[in-house]
């Protein structure tokens, strides 16, 4: 009897010591993967960093070479040429639908929000570029400018 309850001793000891081992393998494979994750979560943020430190390398002036340059010119004349359309996008549905002068507090609440949106367009363009503010400014200003025309009572509306 005593030699039974040996075996059955040193089998659950065998037992829990294999579970135990396989516990730690567990853990030193699963360390192994979040390493990795880790990695390709860096690797993308870099990759992801890569392209907007070359273009503010590139407008700063640094010397890349001439297919950079290229391609790098293109990407700006494209941001520049999709900023313009986003503008006059904006600013054509920022034109308010008048059709006469006769309601002026109408018109002026119309003028007003013209306004606002043409400040909106000149806020968002001033956090994109330089050249794009001239263009959304310009936008802005003929927005304001049709909305002042239209506000403006016509002298049929008058008698």
Request: aromatic residues 2%; hydrophobic residues 40%; glycine residues 2%.
């Amino acid at each position: 009897m005593p030699n039974i309850t040996e075996k059955i001793k040193t089998t659950w000891f065998k037992c829990v010591e294999t579970l135990g081992q396989s516990a730690a393998n567990m853990a030193e494979s699963a360390k192994q993967k979040l390493g990795e994750i880790n990695m390709e979560a860096r690797r993308k943020e870099v990759e992801a960093e890569l392209p907007v430190k070359l273009m503010q390398m590139w407008k700063d002036g640094a010397d890349l070479p001439e297919e950079l340059n290229e391609l790098l010119t293109e990407l700006n004349t494209l941001e520049e040429d999709l900023a313009a359309a986003r503008a006059a996008r904006l600013a054509k549905k920022a034109k308010p639908a008048i059709t006469d002068g006769s309601d002026a507090v109408t018109n002026n609440e119309q003028v007003e929000e013209a306004v606002e949106v043409a400040e909106e367009m000149i806020t968002e363009a001033v956090e994109t570029s330089e050249e794009e503010l001239t263009e959304a400014v310009e936008a802005a200003e003929e927005v304001i400018a049709e909305a002042v025309e239209n506000a403006q009572p016509t002298e049929e509306n008058n008698d």
